[in-house]
């Protein structure tokens, strides 16, 4: 499941992604869920930590301001499709705003997972806890292997053929093997666009976006709400 709060994106890659508006709960209580994402340097993400609670997560902004990147970064971690050959990512993946330094740039995608209260949640997240033990950890890195780093100039072009990419549990990278069959244990699924709100969440309307309103079985007050912003 991937739940969380409404906010809306923003052109700005050096803050929080601000909230657009609140609502009522809208969901499964008692779900493990993405409580935050921390993405650094990944396309239009230069330094990006965006907090999130049990809910519907619902991404609201205008073309290119980075609604597909938020979800594609999501994917590196958690999409059932992902693989050594597309967790690979190129030199147009690295964000144009960051700062070329003496070290060479990395892609960082950083999710805390919470609400896992079942033994099977439990045992999907047991080496990934962090100091809370409320709070897992799980993150991407690709970055410039040694190799890489020892010939890394900042005015050459980035050594993308000498980049690796890592996955690691915990707030601290060890050198023990990632479980990746615990992680495809988790379900990250998402649905299309909605184009025309005042139609799409009418009742009875036969979009992706109202059966999902409706199974949540969200009252009127909401769905008024939700369609009038």
């Known amino acids: 499941r991937f739940l969380g709060s409404f906010w ?9 992604l601000p909230h657009l508006w609140s609502v009522d709960f809208l969901g499964e209580r008692n779900a493990m869920y993405i409580r935050k994402v921390h993405i650094k340097n990944f396309r239009n993400f230069a330094d990006c930590g965006i ?17 597909s990147n938020f979800l594609a970064a999501l994917g590196l971690i958690f999409s059932a499709d992902a693989s050594q050959r597309t967790r690979q990512r190129t030199v147009e993946d690295f964000c144009i705003d960051v700062p070329w330094t003496d070290e060479p740039p990395e892609i960082r995608v950083a999710c805390t997972l919470t609400g896992f209260n079942t033994d099977a949640e439990k045992s999907v997240v047991a080496t990934w806890l962090t100091r809370n033990s409320q709070e897992a950890l799980v993150t991407y890195v690709f970055r410039c292997s040694a190799k890489g780093r020892a010939t890394y100039k900042k005015e050459g072009p980035v050594p993308i053929e000498e980049y690796e990419w890592t996955i690691f549990g915990g707030e601290t990278e060890t050198k023990g093997a990632f479980e990746f069959d615990q992680l495809q244990k988790i379900d ?3 649905l299309g666009a909605l184009r025309d709100a005042q139609n799409d969440l009418q009742p009875g309307a036969r979009g992706n976006i109202g059966r999902v309103l409706r199974h949540f079985q969200t009252s009127d ?9």
Request: proline residues 3%; contains cysteine; aromatic residues 0%.
């Open 51 to 67: 907090p999130l609670c049990e809910g519907l997560s619902v991404l609201i902004g205008e073309n290119n301001v980075g609604k």
């Open 221 to 229: 007050v909401q769905q008024q709400n939700i369609t009038g912003a």
């Open 188 to 190: 990250l699924d998402s």
């Open 8 to 16: 809306k994106m923003s052109r700005r890659s050096h803050s929080d």
